[in-house]
């Protein structure tokens, strides 16, 4: 992208050139730039290409309307419940454990934060294995589930939707808390007490103080959580059932099994523009974010 | 919640919630290790009785598991190589030089990281796979290297912002050149961020997947393909010691980590480096 300079005009750009310090992070920031270019954006644009290629060497449009027709869209909307599911839940439960983190002494606070970052840097595949242990018909849950007699238990958690949702919340729930961890922290505590000593009450306080100041973490964190989910296949391949197949191990199934590249390479595009789609979501809610802090400082 | 904290009953439950949310992330990882020390390595818990078996098992002769372990350190070193070198020329690009479209740039190298894994993983196998390279140590190095080089740009971007410029500054104006500075002042005081630039490229891509599975033969396999084709097609028991043994490297990993950084410096506060993760959050270009 440092090439892409070239915009500017012949004379500028030899001036550029000339300042030292711009040739040395030009010469810097070669190495990984044309690494990316080559390693990450070019197989990207081969993907694009492949997907639109037809058999006969022409452009069609026919793999992505198989990828949008019929079972392979019943995948994608699969892929979308899950990821929507998943970025909810985790946003919740995170809203929890970080506003009682945000809460507690700062030794506290490093301690706890410590049990939600360990994990997070543990493979993602142990951490599902765990959970299939667990939720078996014989694991923990459903043991400690039976010595409670509840009704109905043993509970099947393992190759459905249940499971599934169990294991990829837990997957995305540290990055919910690091970020909405961050934003709590940085809330000024005196808004809320001016709120009570003008008489609101606290769930008053709650509603219209707080959950601003904190809306925009919680759209950062819930996108970014879905955005994460729609790729991820690790987990639904492992605890989910048929019902659970997700665009990303259709696509695995289309390569690995089939040899169906020009549809795979269709489906990877599709996944592409839903991930772009959530960026540009993501970049609004911080770009409002970042107009709420400023009138709120003026 | 703030209802909730100040009444006795609130804050217990806020405890009590946070308690079992927290029970919701160790659980599977605490699991896992006392299960792989017990006879019955697939079931009950906690184990009736206590064995090493598994781990012996696991470097036993027939085993597939040796292979597929070497193979995941080779690939993680060549990995760690690329991505230190291209992590160090790349932050210093992005904190000590004039760089046109500087914000582009740190976007791009950012980008790896929310691009879908499996989006990444389809592109690389379908430039590798003509170049009859699937299946070689290089190529899923090359493909982590994509994943991991992001990690080592911003672990070392913070770190070359942690350090005080003057003090190269005041090298320079007593006559060092540019190589002593980088040399004798920027090199000690970035080792500890460069030392975990180079322990998480090692784990991201001892870890990875996605791009190993895409890039992998039935032949070669890295550990966690090999884990996931165990746990999809056929019970091993000893995948749970594997397991174990990838939870004990990440950890151990980590706990190096903040070593280097409690011995590097008294500056660095947290024991944990949080950056990478956090670090994803802010997408594109705004941290720059």
Redesign the interface.
């Known amino acids: 992208?440092?090439i892409?300079?070239a915009s500017?005009a012949p004379g500028g750009l030899r001036a550029?050139l000339r300042?030292r310090?711009?040739r040395?992070?030009?010469?810097?920031?070669?190495?990984?730039?044309l690494?990316?270019l080559i390693?990450?954006?070019?197989?990207?644009f081969?993907?694009l290409l492949?997907s639109l290629k037809g058999e006969n060497g022409g452009l069609t449009l026919h793999w992505y309307a198989d990828a949008l027709s019929g079972s392979n869209f019943e995948v994608l909307l699969t892929t979308l419940r899950i990821s929507g599911e998943t970025a909810v839940l985790s946003l919740l439960?995170g809203f929890?454990?970080a506003?009682?983190?945000s809460?507690l002494r700062p030794v506290w606070a490093?301690l706890?934060?410590?049990?939600?970052?360990?994990?997070?840097?543990?493979?993602?595949?142990?951490?599902?294995?765990?959970?299939?242990?667990?939720l078996g018909e014989?694991?923990?849950v459903n043991?400690l589930l039976v010595k409670l007699h509840l009704p109905g238990t043993p509970f099947s958690l393992l190759y459905n939707e249940l499971g599934v949702i169990i294991g990829t919340t837990?997957v995305m729930?540290?990055?919910t808390v690091?970020?909405l961890y961050?934003v709590m922290r940085s809330v000024d505590r005196r808004l809320?007490a001016a709120a009570a000593s003008m008489g609101a009450?606290?769930?008053v306080?709650?509603r219209r103080v707080?959950l601003p100041l904190v809306a925009p973490g919680m759209a950062?964190?819930g996108l970014?959580s879905f955005?994460?989910c729609?790729?991820?296949?690790?987990t639904p391949?492992?605890m989910g059932g048929p019902k659970q197949t997700v665009v990303?191990s259709l696509?695995?199934q289309q390569?690995m099994k089939q040899n169906q590249?020009n549809g795979?390479?269709a489906l990877?595009v599709i996944?592409?523009l839903l991930?772009f789609a959530g960026?540009l979501l993501?970049?609004l809610a911080?770009r409002i974010g970042a107009s709420a802090r400023t009138r709120r400082a003026a | 919640?703030?209802?909730l904290?100040?009444t006795w009953t609130g804050r217990i439950t806020?405890?009590i919630?946070?308690a079992l949310?927290?029970v919701?992330?160790?659980?599977?990882?605490v699991?896992?290790v006392v299960?792989s020390f017990g006879s019955d390595a697939?079931?009950?818990?906690p184990p009736q009785s206590w064995t090493l078996g598994w781990y012996r098992a696991i470097f036993a002769d027939g085993s597939k598991w040796p292979a597929a372990l070497s193979l995941s350190a080779l690939v993680a070193t060549i990995t760690t190589v690329f991505s230190v070198?291209?992590?160090i020329?790349?932050a210093?690009?992005?904190t000590?030089?004039?760089?046109?479209?500087r914000s582009?740039?740190y976007g791009?190298?950012l980008?790896?990281l929310?691009?879908?894994?499996?989006?990444?993983a389809?592109?690389?196998?379908?430039?590798f796979e003509p170049a009859s390279m699937l299946g070689s140590p290089l190529a899923i190095a090359?493909?982590h290297?994509?994943l991991a080089?992001p990690i080592a740009?911003m672990i070392l971007v913070a770190t070359l912002r942690g350090i005080d410029e003057r003090l190269e500054d005041a090298a320079a104006s007593m006559g060092a050149g540019r190589a002593t500075i980088a040399r004798r002042i920027t090199f000690p005081l970035a080792a500890p961020g460069i030392v975990a630039a180079a322990i998480f490229s090692f784990?991201t891509s001892f870890?990875e997947?996605f791009i190993a599975?895409?890039l992998s033969t039935t032949n070669t396999t890295t550990l966690?393909v090999q884990?996931?084709n165990v746990?999809?097609f056929d019970a091993d028991p000893t995948?749970?010691a594997v397991?174990a043994l990838?939870?004990a490297v990440?950890?151990l990993?980590?706990v190096l980590i903040g070593l280097a950084r409690w011995l590097g410096a008294g500056k660095q506060s947290?024991?944990?480096p949080?950056e990478p993760?956090?670090g994803?959050?802010?997408?594109?270009g705004?941290t720059v």
Do not use: K
């Open positions: 992208m440092a892409a300079s500017i550029l300042s310090r711009t040395a992070g030009l010469l810097n920031a070669a190495p990984i730039v690494y990316l390693l990450f954006v070019y197989p990207i081969g993907t492949l439960i929890v454990l506003y009682a983190v809460r490093g706890v934060m410590v049990i939600v970052v360990v994990p997070h840097f543990i493979s993602a595949l142990v951490r599902t294995y765990g959970w299939i242990i667990l014989h694991g923990l043991n837990s729930l540290p990055y690091l970020v961050g809320l009450g606290r769930l306080t709650f707080y950062t964190a970014l955005i994460l729609l790729g991820y296949y690790l391949a492992l990303a696509i695995d390569v590249w795979a390479a990877g996944l592409l991930t960026l993501l970049r911080s | 919640m703030i209802g904290r100040s806020l405890t919630a946070s949310i927290l919701f992330l160790a659980l599977p990882i699991l896992i299960t697939l079931g009950a818990f070198g291209l992590g020329t790349a210093t690009a992005l000590r030089s004039e760089l046109p479209l582009a740039v791009l190298v980008a790896p929310l691009i879908p894994q499996v989006v990444i389809l592109g690389l196998f379908l430039i090359l493909g290297t994509v080089a740009v784990i870890d997947f599975q895409f966690p884990v996931f746990l999809e995948v749970t397991s990838l939870i990440a950890v990993a980590l947290g024991l944990l949080v993760a956090a994803i959050a802010v997408s594109g705004e």
